[in-house]
């Protein structure tokens, strides 16, 4: 028999520990529900916000004893939870969901404390087996608007310059959903939020995440951009919108209208959707992540979204890549407004008052303001009831980068890696599933403008599939930590040894991280003399790399077995490469020819009954 292999099972979380692949952190009983991790490489510590603790982990060793701060909710807001009908377990706890940095010496953080969120800055200083590691109980202050009521709430929250970029639900049934600005050096502090206005501003909201951007050379222009998915009322119609919203940071809310309100809030609707015929599009609504990948220019990183379909048809998922200057295209176009009995969104087509809205207060525009308190109330009025952009944001080159589609599961998050290879970069996707795996995906660019989707390998990082709701890269460390409520795992970027030990099979891996090094599969880095290193992960061609090596560059590995007749004989291949194919050949008694032999499901092996 004549064996070509295809694609191999999922990699199992007993493997991955066994190879080295794999640690996981499983902390405390009960689950740890690590929604929150915040990792510093510079200083080479690694935080976890959990259910009732917060530990200090060795981000290069997660098996090391960590060292933890325990703050559980008090014994009067559990019960309290308890008698509202919430589940003990579940939710009535301190599930710590805001960690960051706020200066060189102090952490801020913030739990849900059994449905009423507490912050509190953590002191940490020193080394991290024995410095300062302390929780500040005179620092204590109230959550609300700066951290969810309810565990399981999609959140985000970003720290910069001081100041607290929050969007949440505001109260405990969590209707009214805001995005807020809190904290800031004194005496400086401006709270401000969206209005509250179903109609317009957001509403039922999701929020998925929160980035500070730098979108000109002129610090007056910096602004926070956000995403998040809502609930969209046109006419009868309910359905669910993803969203990119923006403020400037120097908005300090109207001076008679829109009090501290944000005045220069805007949002524009963000499409992830594959092309169909007769122009009908299938669209991924509901946005589940965003990553954003810098390149060389700050102010304009690689935007990418992880989405699903809230459709009844059918179960799916989708990454769409987007670019910065296609969003500000957007902001910078016509806004939309709302009219008709039906009360849809239209173009705007009337005069648009200056300074534009949206735009940030600045010296260099407009001396006479200074500040958003000094915007016309025309300007303020327009914003008020116009937030909405016309346009929308489409991705690039019009469809997905990756789609999944009647799987078992759906992705929850993405971190992505830009990997140097021989034949040129690569951007690798790891994108964490609802079933507790992560699939390594990279997106190959064709000839035709066209691209490739190889899945290059799933790793299931937990026993119990649970969905994965954290993921944070370390790129010093070439190292992916993954948060589920099951424990926190730390993942290896790449695993070339188990891709063979043939030049062929690490060839045909199509892996960017790993190259054939003349003697085995190994981590590929790039160098300026050039080495006898194999690649080609744009055609995995092992032909045009392997013919001089020691297995001559076979696409084939031949085994020759008896069988008895009369008897049945399974016949297994584990193959090394998620791009091979399996096919099996019979050679009968007499015969010089070899027959192919079908059948119906050949993953991993065949039967075949001897004659």
């Known amino acids: 028999f004549l064996s070509k292999c295809t694609s191999p099972p999922v990699a199992l979380l007993s493997e991955l520990v066994q190879s080295g692949s794999v640690s996981v952190f499983m902390g405390a009983s009960g689950g740890l529900h690590s929604h929150t991790l915040l990792l510093d490489e510079e200083k080479g510590r690694l935080l976890l916000g ?32 308890k008698l509202a009908g919430k589940n003990v377990n579940l939710e009535c706890a301190n599930f710590v969901r805001v960690l960051h940095n706020y200066n060189h010496t102090h952490v801020y953080a913030c739990g849900t404390g059994a449905f009423h969120p507490t912050c509190a800055f953590i002191e940490l200083t020193g080394h991290r087996e024995s410095g300062v590691f302390q929780l500040l109980p005179s620092s204590f202050e109230s959550g609300r608007l700066k951290c969810p009521f309810d565990p399981r709430q999609p959140f985000t929250s970003v720290l910069t310059d001081q100041y607290l970029y929050a969007g949440t639900a ?26 509250i206005s179903e109609d317009y501003w957001i509403n039922e909201a999701s929020f998925i995440s929160a980035h500070p951007m730098s979108d000109t050379h002129n610090p007056d222009d910096d602004k926070i951009y956000f995403f998040f998915r809502e609930v969209s009322r046109e006419g009868k119609d309910k359905s669910i919108l993803s969203r990119v919203a923006r403020v400037c940071k120097n908005d300090v809310g109207g001076l008679r209208s829109l009090t501290n309100k944000w005045t220069t809030f805007l949002k524009a609707r963000l499409v992830c959707s594959i092309p169909g015929p007769d122009g009908v599009d299938t669209h991924f609504d509901e946005l589940q992540d965003i990553f954003m990948l810098p390149t060389r220019d700050d102010k304009n990183p690689v935007v990418y979204g992880v989405f699903t379909t809230s459709s009844s048809i059918f179960r799916g998922s ?17 806004y939309a407004h709302k009219e008709g009995p039906d009360h849809r969104w239209v173009e705007y087509e009337g005069r648009i008052p200056y300074p534009r809205p949206g735009t940030c207060p600045s010296k260099t525009y407009d001396a006479k303001i200074k500040t958003t308190k000094d915007f016309p109330d025309e300007v303020v009025s327009f914003v008020r009831f116009h937030p909405l952009m016309h346009g929308s944001v489409l991705p690039l080159n019009g469809r997905p980068v990756f789609q999944l589609v009647r799987a078992e599961y759906t992705l929850t998050q993405i971190v992505v890696d830009r990997v140097s290879a021989e034949d040129g970069q690569y951007e690798v996707m790891f994108l964490g599933t609802d079933a507790g795996s992560v699939l390594k995906v990279v997106s190959i660019a064709q ?17 119990v599939p649970t969905p994965i709701l954290s993921m944070e890269m370390s790129f010093k460390q070439q190292q992916l930590y993954v948060g589920s409520s099951e424990g926190l795992a730390q993942v290896s970027l790449s695993r070339c040894p188990l891709y063979g030990q043939g030049c062929s099979e690490c060839c045909l891996a199509r892996d960017p991280y790993c190259a054939w090094d003349g003697t085995t599969c190994s981590r590929y880095v790039p160098a300026a003399k050039r080495r006898a290193r194999r690649q080609d992960v744009k055609h995995g061609d092992p032909a045009s790399q392997c013919w001089d090596s020691a297995d001559g560059g076979g696409l084939a590995e031949e085994r020759v077995l008896f069988g008895v007749q009369n008897n049945s004989t399974f016949l297994e291949c584990i193959p090394k490469s ?34």
């Not at 066209?450 to 790793?459: D, M």
């Not at 399996?582 to 059948?599: L, M, S, T």
């Open 578 to 611: 998620q791009q091979a194919q399996i096919r099996w050949y019979i050679q009968r008694p007499g015969v010089e020819h070899r027959d192919q032999v079908r059948e119906h499901s050949p993953d991993a092996g065949t039967e075949v009954r001897s004659d």
């Open 447 to 463: 000839e035709n403008w066209s691209r490739e989707e190889v899945v290059l390998e799933e790793l299931q990082v937990f026993q």
């Open 170 to 195: 505001s109260d405990f049934l969590g209707k009214d959903t805001t995005f807020t600005r809190s904290l800031g050096p004194p005496p400086d502090q401006n709270y401000i939020r969206t209005e």
């Open 318 to 334: 989708a990454v769409c890549v987007y670019s910065m200057a296609d969003i500000r295209a957007v902001f910078n176009g016509p």
């Open 50 to 81: 959990a259910r009732d603790h917060v530990y200090l982990l060795d981000p290069d060793n997660l098996s090391r004893a960590p060292r933890k701060i325990v703050w559980p909710a008090s014994l009067d807001r559990v019960k309290m939870c």
